[in-house]
């Protein structure tokens, strides 16, 4: 059965493309900060910092009305800006958020009539879980099991004033006059629509909540409920 791929919550078959996986299980890379200390061997590494964004590219190819089908979707890969989310049917349970990072060098038959070339896209380095846009509704307390190795940047719907704690970190919305507060743990901040409640959140510390590993306990004090959605991740 031939592979497809959809960018942008469109899927490529509509200009005909189908992909080949060769170029999708490779893994991002760890950066960490390492210190040289002089007369000594080796550095020491300092604190880990993140996971790089990794290039993904897909060997694709056209086989039906060539022209046309090239010519489109050359202009609506060009078309999108940002992030977007990118899914195959290598991962059916799986999506990464990337941008497409080239243009389109196309190897054509003799003919015109069908053609081989590679989408190349630069992606965040998760690969996101489609089970993690679950959302999980608390209203006093309770726990969220993370399947993943990975320590997870949930978003929180927040509604009322008052505070939730999330294993031993605890955020405050001190006040809201609207329907509830969103804050995005990834993007650490805090709003509404278009406007902004930085100004109406306090922290226990300096991070904001994650979801580690394994069980997780969910404390909330003053708000109505909370809505999680917890944004599992592997890479």
């Not at 046309?68 to 958020?97: A, C, F, V, W």
Request: proline fraction near 6%; hydrophobic fraction near 30%.
């Amino acid at each position: 059965m031939r592979k497809t791929l959809s960018f942008a919550n469109k899927n490529l078959i509509l200009y005909g493309v189908y992909i080949s996986g060769s170029g999708v299980f490779n893994s991002p890379v760890k950066a960490y900060d390492p210190i040289q200390i002089p007369g000594r061997d080796g550095d020491i590494l300092g604190r880990e910092k993140r996971l790089e964004d990794i290039e993904v590219t897909y060997p694709a190819f056209i086989y039906t009305n060539f022209k046309q089908n090239i010519s489109d979707l050359r202009n609506y890969l060009l078309s999108k800006d940002g992030y977007q989310r990118i899914t195959d049917t290598y991962h059916p349970d799986e999506y990464r958020m990337g941008y497409y990072a080239g243009g389109l060098e196309v190897e054509p038959t003799a003919r015109l009539d069908a053609g081989n070339f590679e989408l190349r896209f630069m992606c965040k380095p998760q690969r996101y879980l489609t089970s993690g846009n679950t959302v999980t509704i608390i209203r006093n307390s309770g726990f969220i099991d993370n399947p993943t190795m990975f320590y997870s940047k949930p978003l929180l719907l927040i509604y009322g004033t008052g505070s939730v704690q999330i294993n031993d970190v605890t955020i405050t919305v001190t006040y809201s006059n609207t329907e509830y507060t969103e804050i995005d743990c990834e993007l650490m901040s805090a709003y509404y629509g278009p406007n902004s409640k930085n100004q109406f959140i306090e922290l226990s510390g300096t991070d904001f909540p994650t979801l580690k590993p394994g069980n997780n306990t969910i404390t909330v004090s003053g708000p109505s409920l909370v809505e999680i959605t917890p944004r599992w991740y592997t890479v």
